[in-house]
C-alpha cells in the first residue's frame, strides 16, 4: 500500500461542483487510480446510492415537480443522505475503505442557497440529520455557468435543477466557491476546464499535496 493509499484509507472525500463540471468523470477516474495505489474505494453518489435515496432522487430531479419548494428539497436531501451514511459510508469508513462521493451537502449549501434559502439554515438541518459529520475533503470542480451549461446541452437533456436559468446557477458557483473559501481545511478547488486529463491531474495533485 502506498503512502497515499495510507493517508486516505477510512477518509470521506467528496467531488462537487456546478452542472457540467464532470464529477462524475472525474470521480470514476480518480477511484480507478486509488485502486491502482493500493486502496480500497467505495463509490457512491448524493442524493441515491441506496433504493431509498434513488427514489427520492427520481422525485427530486423529475421535471414534472416543478412546483416542489425549496423547503422540501432540502428535506428530502437531507433524508436520501443520512440513509447513505446509514447503509453506505458509514460501515465503508469502518472498514478503511476511503469513500468518494459524488455531491454531498454543498451541493444543497450551493442550489437550495441559490434558490434562496439560508446556507445556515440548510448547514443546521444538516446537523440535525447527520451530527457532527462532515466529509474529510471536498473537492469543488469549478467553471463558469455558462460553459457548464453548454456542455450539459450538448450531452443531454436538462433535469428540474439544470433547467433553472444561467443566473441561477451563476449563484450557484459563487456559493460553491465561498464554501471553499470560508473552509480551506477541508475544502479544495480544481479547475475543471480543459482535457479530462488535465482535470484528473490537477485532481491527483490535490490528494498528493492534502495533509489530511
Given amino acids: 500500500m502506498s503512502d497515499l493509499a495510507k493517508k486516505l484509507a ?17 470521480l470514476r477516474l480518480l477511484a480507478d487510480w486509488l485502486r491502482g495505489q493500493g486502496l480500497s474505494v467505495t463509490e457512491t453518489r448524493d442524493p441515491g446510492g ?7 432522487r427520481t422525485i427530486l ?3 414534472a415537480h416543478g412546483e416542489m419548494s425549496v423547503g422540501c428539497e432540502v428535506l428530502l436531501y437531507m433524508a436520501s443522505r443520512t440513509q447513505l451514511m446509514a447503509e453506505v459510508i458509514r460501515p465503508a469508513m469502518e472498514s478503511d475503505r476511503c469513500v468518494l462521493c459524488d455531491r454531498w451537502v454543498s451541493a444543497t449549501v450551493a442550489y437550495q442557497g441559490a434558490g434562496g434559502t439560508d446556507p445556515k439554515s440548510v ?13 474529510d475533503l471536498t473537492i469543488i470542480l469549478d467553471l463558469p455557468a455558462e460553459t457548464g451549461l453548454q456542455r450539459v446541452s450538448a450531452s443531454r437533456g436538462h433535469d428540474r435543477m439544470e433547467a433553472k436559468g444561467l443566473e441561477f446557477h451563476r449563484r450557484v458557483r459563487e456559493l460553491f466557491l465561498h464554501q471553499a473559501r ?3 481545511d477541508r475544502f479544495a478547488v480544481a479547475d475543471a476546464a480543459g482535457s479530462v486529463e488535465d482535470v484528473q491531474a490537477r485532481l491527483r495533485q490535490i490528494l498528493n499535496r492534502w495533509n489530511g
Fill in 50 to 56: 441506496t433504493a431509498v435515496g434513488d427514489r427520492i
Fill in 182 to 184: 470560508e473552509h480551506p
Fill in 10 to 26: 477510512g477518509r470521506f472525500l467528496v467531488v462537487d461542483g456546478p452542472d457540467g463540471a464532470g464529477k462524475s468523470t472525474q
Fill in 123 to 135: 448547514l443546521a438541518m444538516y446537523e440535525l440529520a447527520l451530527p457532527g459529520i462532515r466529509p
Fill in 61 to 63: 430531479l423529475d421535471n
